[in-house]
Protein backbone atom coordinates (compact mmCIF):
# COMPACT_ATOMS: atom_id res chain seq x y z
CA UNK A 1 0.00 0.00 0.00
CA UNK A 2 1.01 3.33 -0.24
CA UNK A 3 0.02 7.15 -0.37
CA UNK A 4 0.34 10.48 -2.16
CA UNK A 5 0.31 13.84 -0.92
CA UNK A 6 -0.77 16.79 -2.72
CA UNK A 7 0.34 20.40 -1.24
CA UNK A 8 -2.39 23.44 -2.39
CA UNK A 9 0.17 26.15 -1.78
CA UNK A 10 -2.45 28.50 -1.70
CA UNK A 11 -3.91 31.03 0.95
CA UNK A 12 -6.53 34.22 0.67
CA UNK A 13 -4.60 35.34 3.57
CA UNK A 14 -1.68 34.24 5.70
CA UNK A 15 -2.50 33.01 9.68
CA UNK A 16 0.00 34.29 12.07
CA UNK A 17 1.32 31.14 13.69
CA UNK A 18 1.79 28.95 10.41
CA UNK A 19 4.84 28.11 8.60
CA UNK A 20 3.79 26.07 6.25
CA UNK A 21 4.72 26.85 2.68
CA UNK A 22 2.02 29.20 0.98
CA UNK A 23 1.55 32.19 -0.97
CA UNK A 24 -1.63 34.45 -1.35
CA UNK A 25 -0.77 35.12 -5.14
CA UNK A 26 -3.82 33.22 -6.47
CA UNK A 27 -3.23 34.40 -9.50
CA UNK A 28 -1.36 31.45 -10.69
CA UNK A 29 -3.65 28.76 -9.62
CA UNK A 30 -4.02 27.73 -13.06
CA UNK A 31 -0.55 27.49 -14.07
CA UNK A 32 -0.05 25.49 -10.64
CA UNK A 33 -2.34 22.95 -11.33
CA UNK A 34 -1.07 22.48 -14.79
CA UNK A 35 2.61 21.54 -13.19
CA UNK A 36 1.07 19.36 -10.43
CA UNK A 37 -0.60 17.10 -12.92
CA UNK A 38 2.68 17.17 -15.60
CA UNK A 39 4.62 16.14 -12.03
CA UNK A 40 2.00 13.22 -11.24
CA UNK A 41 2.39 12.03 -14.76
CA UNK A 42 6.48 12.89 -14.40
CA UNK A 43 6.19 10.39 -10.99
CA UNK A 44 3.73 7.78 -11.97
CA UNK A 45 6.67 5.58 -11.63
CA UNK A 46 7.52 6.32 -7.71
CA UNK A 47 5.11 4.01 -6.04
CA UNK A 48 6.17 0.94 -7.87
CA UNK A 49 2.77 0.68 -9.04
CA UNK A 50 1.96 -0.19 -5.20
CA UNK A 51 -2.06 0.18 -4.43
CA UNK A 52 -2.52 3.97 -2.96
CA UNK A 53 -4.80 3.77 0.02
CA UNK A 54 -4.83 7.69 1.27
CA UNK A 55 -4.99 10.48 -1.08
CA UNK A 56 -4.15 13.61 1.51
CA UNK A 57 -4.98 17.18 -0.02
CA UNK A 58 -3.09 19.37 2.64
CA UNK A 59 -1.80 23.17 2.04
CA UNK A 60 -2.19 25.66 2.76
CA UNK A 61 -5.80 25.91 1.95
CA UNK A 62 -6.99 22.97 -0.38
CA UNK A 63 -10.58 24.82 0.13
CA UNK A 64 -9.26 27.30 -2.32
CA UNK A 65 -9.59 25.23 -5.42
CA UNK A 66 -13.04 24.74 -7.25
CA UNK A 67 -14.75 21.17 -7.03
CA UNK A 68 -14.22 21.32 -11.12
CA UNK A 69 -10.11 22.04 -10.32
CA UNK A 70 -10.27 19.22 -7.67
CA UNK A 71 -11.88 17.13 -9.66
CA UNK A 72 -9.22 17.33 -12.76
CA UNK A 73 -6.77 16.69 -10.59
CA UNK A 74 -8.28 13.30 -9.04
CA UNK A 75 -9.17 12.40 -12.63
CA UNK A 76 -5.18 12.47 -13.93
CA UNK A 77 -4.20 10.72 -10.12
CA UNK A 78 -6.94 8.42 -10.64
CA UNK A 79 -5.53 7.52 -14.15
CA UNK A 80 -1.56 7.67 -13.29
CA UNK A 81 -1.72 5.62 -10.04
CA UNK A 82 -3.46 2.38 -8.99
CA UNK A 83 -5.69 3.99 -6.53
CA UNK A 84 -7.82 1.61 -4.19
CA UNK A 85 -11.76 1.79 -4.63
CA UNK A 86 -12.00 2.25 -0.92
CA UNK A 87 -8.72 4.69 -0.41
CA UNK A 88 -9.43 7.34 2.20
CA UNK A 89 -9.52 10.73 0.17
CA UNK A 90 -9.27 13.57 2.95
CA UNK A 91 -9.20 17.21 2.21
CA UNK A 92 -7.85 20.54 4.41
CA UNK A 93 -10.37 23.42 4.55
CA UNK A 94 -10.86 26.36 5.89
CA UNK A 95 -14.41 26.48 8.01
CA UNK A 96 -15.85 29.58 5.64
CA UNK A 97 -15.33 27.88 2.68
CA UNK A 98 -17.60 24.89 3.16
CA UNK A 99 -21.03 26.10 1.95
CA UNK A 100 -23.33 23.61 1.38
CA UNK A 101 -23.15 23.57 -2.52
CA UNK A 102 -19.35 23.54 -2.06
CA UNK A 103 -19.70 20.64 0.29
CA UNK A 104 -22.38 18.71 -1.73
CA UNK A 105 -19.65 19.37 -5.15
CA UNK A 106 -16.73 17.58 -2.47
CA UNK A 107 -18.55 14.82 -2.30
CA UNK A 108 -19.60 14.46 -6.03
CA UNK A 109 -15.87 14.27 -6.61
CA UNK A 110 -14.71 11.82 -4.42
CA UNK A 111 -14.10 13.45 -1.31
CA UNK A 112 -14.77 10.97 1.73
CA UNK A 113 -12.82 13.12 4.89
CA UNK A 114 -12.60 16.11 5.63
CA UNK A 115 -9.80 17.68 8.02
CA UNK A 116 -11.66 21.45 9.37
CA UNK A 117 -8.86 24.07 10.40
CA UNK A 118 -10.92 25.19 13.69
CA UNK A 119 -7.82 26.63 16.17
CA UNK A 120 -10.27 27.84 18.46
CA UNK A 121 -13.85 28.31 19.21
CA UNK A 122 -13.30 31.87 20.53
CA UNK A 123 -13.55 35.08 18.03
CA UNK A 124 -10.94 36.60 19.64
CA UNK A 125 -7.82 33.93 19.47
CA UNK A 126 -9.55 33.36 15.69
CA UNK A 127 -8.98 37.21 15.21
CA UNK A 128 -5.63 37.19 17.17
CA UNK A 129 -4.09 34.59 14.64
CA UNK A 130 -5.51 35.91 11.11
CA UNK A 131 -7.84 33.68 11.13
CA UNK A 132 -10.93 34.04 7.75
CA UNK A 133 -13.51 32.35 9.94
CA UNK A 134 -15.55 32.99 13.15
CA UNK A 135 -16.28 30.47 15.81
CA UNK A 136 -20.04 30.64 14.44
CA UNK A 137 -18.84 29.20 11.02
CA UNK A 138 -16.88 26.71 12.55
CA UNK A 139 -20.00 24.70 14.20
CA UNK A 140 -21.75 25.51 10.88
CA UNK A 141 -19.41 24.22 9.04
CA UNK A 142 -19.00 20.90 11.06
CA UNK A 143 -22.78 20.44 10.69
CA UNK A 144 -23.85 21.49 7.13
CA UNK A 145 -20.61 18.72 6.41
CA UNK A 146 -22.72 16.10 8.22
CA UNK A 147 -25.49 16.64 6.81
CA UNK A 148 -23.72 16.62 3.30
CA UNK A 149 -23.22 13.11 3.77
CA UNK A 150 -19.48 13.17 4.67
CA UNK A 151 -19.59 11.70 8.25
CA UNK A 152 -15.76 11.09 8.60
CA UNK A 153 -14.76 14.33 9.93
CA UNK A 154 -11.72 15.81 11.94
CA UNK A 155 -11.48 18.95 13.47
CA UNK A 156 -7.59 20.89 14.51
CA UNK A 157 -7.42 22.94 17.85
CA UNK A 158 -4.47 24.50 18.72
CA UNK A 159 -4.03 24.96 22.47
CA UNK A 160 -1.16 26.72 24.61
CA UNK A 161 -2.27 30.25 22.69
CA UNK A 162 -0.94 33.03 24.15
CA UNK A 163 -3.65 34.22 27.08
CA UNK A 164 -5.37 31.13 26.24
CA UNK A 165 -7.32 30.15 29.52
CA UNK A 166 -8.73 27.22 31.18
CA UNK A 167 -12.20 27.32 30.94
CA UNK A 168 -12.08 28.34 26.98
CA UNK A 169 -9.66 25.40 26.21
CA UNK A 170 -12.21 23.56 28.32
CA UNK A 171 -15.49 25.42 26.02
CA UNK A 172 -13.65 24.56 23.04
CA UNK A 173 -13.37 20.63 23.87
CA UNK A 174 -16.97 20.63 25.39
CA UNK A 175 -17.88 22.11 21.96
CA UNK A 176 -16.01 19.86 19.64
CA UNK A 177 -17.29 16.61 21.55
CA UNK A 178 -20.88 17.67 21.08
CA UNK A 179 -20.27 17.86 17.53
CA UNK A 180 -20.25 15.11 14.51
CA UNK A 181 -16.44 15.14 14.86
CA UNK A 182 -15.10 11.65 14.85
CA UNK A 183 -10.98 12.92 14.80
CA UNK A 184 -9.36 15.75 16.76
CA UNK A 185 -6.31 17.25 15.98
CA UNK A 186 -4.55 18.84 18.70
CA UNK A 187 -1.58 20.84 18.63
CA UNK A 188 0.60 23.12 20.65
CA UNK A 189 1.35 25.99 19.75
CA UNK A 190 4.91 26.54 18.18
CA UNK A 191 6.79 29.70 17.75
CA UNK A 192 8.16 28.88 14.56
CA UNK A 193 10.93 31.24 12.68
CA UNK A 194 9.43 33.67 10.00
CA UNK A 195 5.83 33.65 11.27
CA UNK A 196 4.40 37.13 12.61
CA UNK A 197 3.82 35.17 16.05
CA UNK A 198 7.57 34.28 16.42
CA UNK A 199 8.70 37.89 15.40
CA UNK A 200 6.13 39.40 18.11
CA UNK A 201 7.34 37.10 20.92
CA UNK A 202 10.74 38.36 20.28
CA UNK A 203 10.22 41.34 20.16
CA UNK A 204 7.74 41.22 23.56
CA UNK A 205 4.53 42.40 22.05
CA UNK A 206 3.24 38.59 22.61
CA UNK A 207 4.00 36.52 25.75
CA UNK A 208 3.77 32.81 25.84
CA UNK A 209 1.72 30.77 27.88
CA UNK A 210 3.22 29.41 30.58
CA UNK A 211 4.48 25.93 30.70
CA UNK A 212 2.44 24.76 33.54
CA UNK A 213 -1.08 26.49 31.95
CA UNK A 214 -0.18 24.35 28.26
CA UNK A 215 0.58 21.44 31.10
CA UNK A 216 -2.77 21.79 32.21
CA UNK A 217 -4.22 22.10 28.90
CA UNK A 218 -2.70 19.17 27.75
CA UNK A 219 -4.13 17.22 30.77
CA UNK A 220 -7.78 18.18 29.97
CA UNK A 221 -7.56 17.30 26.69
CA UNK A 222 -6.62 13.77 27.20
CA UNK A 223 -9.23 13.75 30.23
CA UNK A 224 -12.20 14.60 28.58
CA UNK A 225 -10.95 12.89 25.19
CA UNK A 226 -11.83 9.94 27.53
CA UNK A 227 -14.62 11.02 29.10
CA UNK A 228 -16.47 11.31 25.34
CA UNK A 229 -15.08 7.77 23.62
CA UNK A 230 -12.38 9.54 22.01
CA UNK A 231 -8.94 7.52 22.12
CA UNK A 232 -5.27 9.15 22.10
CA UNK A 233 -3.28 7.12 19.50
CA UNK A 234 -0.43 9.55 18.40
CA UNK A 235 1.01 12.32 20.32
CA UNK A 236 -1.59 15.38 18.69
CA UNK A 237 -4.39 13.01 17.27
CA UNK A 238 -7.47 11.42 19.14
CA UNK A 239 -10.11 9.42 16.78
CA UNK A 240 -13.85 8.27 18.14
CA UNK A 241 -14.46 4.82 17.24
CA UNK A 242 -11.11 3.90 15.51
CA UNK A 243 -11.29 6.55 12.86
CA UNK A 244 -7.48 7.03 12.78
CA UNK A 245 -6.24 9.13 10.09
CA UNK A 246 -4.99 6.68 7.70
CA UNK A 247 -3.08 8.81 5.45
CA UNK A 248 -1.09 9.96 8.74
CA UNK A 249 -1.19 6.62 10.46
CA UNK A 250 1.10 5.32 7.23
CA UNK A 251 3.46 8.00 7.24
CA UNK A 252 4.38 6.36 11.11
CA UNK A 253 4.32 3.09 9.79
CA UNK A 254 6.40 3.57 7.44
CA UNK A 255 4.31 3.35 4.25
CA UNK A 256 5.98 4.81 1.22
CA UNK A 257 4.31 8.11 -0.10
CA UNK A 258 4.52 10.28 -2.82
CA UNK A 259 4.53 13.76 -2.63
CA UNK A 260 3.58 16.04 -5.12
CA UNK A 261 3.68 19.98 -5.32
CA UNK A 262 6.35 22.63 -3.91
CA UNK A 263 7.35 21.91 -0.65
CA UNK A 264 5.94 18.37 -0.80
CA UNK A 265 8.17 15.52 0.60
CA UNK A 266 8.29 11.92 -1.02
CA UNK A 267 9.56 8.54 0.73
CA UNK A 268 9.50 5.13 -0.52
CA UNK A 269 11.66 3.36 2.34
CA UNK A 270 15.48 4.22 1.07
CA UNK A 271 15.24 7.96 -0.10
CA UNK A 272 13.35 11.11 0.96
CA UNK A 273 12.91 13.81 -1.53
CA UNK A 274 11.81 17.25 -0.95
CA UNK A 275 10.43 19.63 -3.52
CA UNK A 276 11.23 23.48 -3.72
CA UNK A 277 9.12 25.51 -1.77
CA UNK A 278 8.51 27.97 -4.32
CA UNK A 279 5.29 28.06 -6.54
CA UNK A 280 6.88 30.23 -9.13
CA UNK A 281 10.10 27.64 -9.33
CA UNK A 282 8.15 25.01 -9.37
CA UNK A 283 5.95 25.88 -12.34
CA UNK A 284 8.94 26.71 -14.51
CA UNK A 285 11.14 23.91 -13.74
CA UNK A 286 7.62 21.45 -14.41
CA UNK A 287 7.05 23.49 -17.79
CA UNK A 288 11.34 23.29 -19.23
CA UNK A 289 11.33 20.18 -17.60
CA UNK A 290 14.04 21.28 -15.13
CA UNK A 291 15.01 20.35 -11.69
CA UNK A 292 12.76 20.76 -8.70
CA UNK A 293 13.72 19.00 -5.68
CA UNK A 294 16.59 17.69 -3.50
CA UNK A 295 16.86 14.12 -2.35
CA UNK A 296 18.94 12.54 0.04
CA UNK A 297 19.67 8.58 0.22
CA UNK A 298 19.27 6.91 3.81
CA UNK A 299 21.61 5.32 5.48
CA UNK A 300 20.83 2.29 7.75
CA UNK A 301 21.58 4.74 11.00
CA UNK A 302 19.14 7.15 9.14
CA UNK A 303 16.14 4.23 8.51
CA UNK A 304 16.62 3.21 12.21
CA UNK A 305 16.14 7.05 13.67
CA UNK A 306 13.21 7.44 11.25
CA UNK A 307 11.36 4.23 13.09
CA UNK A 308 12.48 5.82 15.81
CA UNK A 309 10.86 8.59 15.69
CA UNK A 310 7.81 8.32 13.84
CA UNK A 311 6.72 4.83 16.07
CA UNK A 312 7.30 6.76 19.67
CA UNK A 313 4.67 8.91 18.77
CA UNK A 314 1.96 6.50 18.01
CA UNK A 315 0.29 3.89 20.50
CA UNK A 316 1.79 1.09 18.51
CA UNK A 317 5.18 2.27 19.53
CA UNK A 318 8.39 0.53 19.26
CA UNK A 319 9.45 -3.27 19.34
CA UNK A 320 13.40 -4.26 20.07
CA UNK A 321 12.44 -7.72 18.06
CA UNK A 322 11.41 -5.58 15.51
CA UNK A 323 14.36 -3.57 15.41
CA UNK A 324 16.73 -6.40 15.40
CA UNK A 325 15.00 -7.66 12.23
CA UNK A 326 15.27 -4.41 10.90
CA UNK A 327 18.35 -2.96 11.56
CA UNK A 328 20.23 -5.43 13.08
CA UNK A 329 21.72 -6.46 16.46
CA UNK A 330 23.71 -3.17 17.35
CA UNK A 331 20.76 -1.24 17.04
CA UNK A 332 18.70 -3.21 18.88
CA UNK A 333 21.55 -2.86 21.25
CA UNK A 334 21.91 0.32 21.49
CA UNK A 335 18.05 0.96 21.90
CA UNK A 336 18.01 -1.23 25.23
CA UNK A 337 20.89 1.03 26.94
CA UNK A 338 19.35 4.21 26.16
CA UNK A 339 15.64 3.02 27.30
CA UNK A 340 17.33 1.29 30.48
CA UNK A 341 17.69 4.79 31.37
CA UNK A 342 14.41 5.51 31.75
CA UNK A 343 13.33 2.24 33.75
CA UNK A 344 12.29 3.96 36.56
CA UNK A 345 11.16 7.26 35.13
CA UNK A 346 7.36 5.91 34.58
CA UNK A 347 7.95 7.17 30.89
CA UNK A 348 7.66 3.98 29.33
CA UNK A 349 5.43 1.21 29.71
CA UNK A 350 6.41 -2.20 27.81
CA UNK A 351 3.28 -4.64 26.97
CA UNK A 352 3.69 -7.53 24.69
CA UNK A 353 7.50 -6.81 23.77
CA UNK A 354 6.03 -2.80 22.43
CA UNK A 355 7.01 0.03 24.28
CA UNK A 356 4.89 3.29 23.99
CA UNK A 357 5.00 6.40 26.15
CA UNK A 358 2.92 6.74 28.96
CA UNK A 359 1.38 10.64 29.93
CA UNK A 360 4.48 11.87 31.43
CA UNK A 361 6.91 9.71 28.72
CA UNK A 362 4.83 12.52 26.80
CA UNK A 363 5.81 15.48 27.72
CA UNK A 364 9.51 14.87 27.53
CA UNK A 365 9.17 12.86 24.16
CA UNK A 366 11.72 14.81 22.37
CA UNK A 367 14.46 14.30 24.83
CA UNK A 368 13.48 10.44 24.84
CA UNK A 369 13.52 10.96 20.68
CA UNK A 370 17.03 12.65 21.40
CA UNK A 371 18.44 9.86 23.50
CA UNK A 372 17.17 7.21 21.16
CA UNK A 373 18.02 8.20 18.11
CA UNK A 374 21.63 7.45 16.73
CA UNK A 375 23.61 10.45 15.54
Same mark, same amino acid.
Given at each position: ?27 ? =? ?116 ? /? ?21 ? /???? +? =? ?63 ? +? ?25 SFNGASRRWNVSHVETY ?36 ? =? ?19 ? +????? =??? +? ?26
Amino acid at each position: MAGIYIHIPFCRQKCYYCDFYKTVNISL =QQNFIEALKNEAKIRKNYLNNETVETIYFGGGTPSVLTAAELADILQVINHEFKVSSGAEITFEANPDDLTPAYLAALKSVGINRLSIGIQAFQNRHLQQMNRRHSAEQAVDAIINAF /KAGISNLSADLIYGLPALSETEW /KESL +K =QVFQLPVKHLSAYHLTYHEGTAFYTWLKKGTLKELKENDSVAQFNLLLNMAIANNFEHYEISNLA +KDKLYSRHNTAYWMGTSYLGLGPSAHSFNGASRRWNVSHVETYIKALKNNESYFEEEKLSENDKYNEYILTRIRTKWGIS =QTEIQQLFGAEKAQHFAQQIA +KYKHA =QVF +KANRQKITLTRKGLFISDEIMADLIII
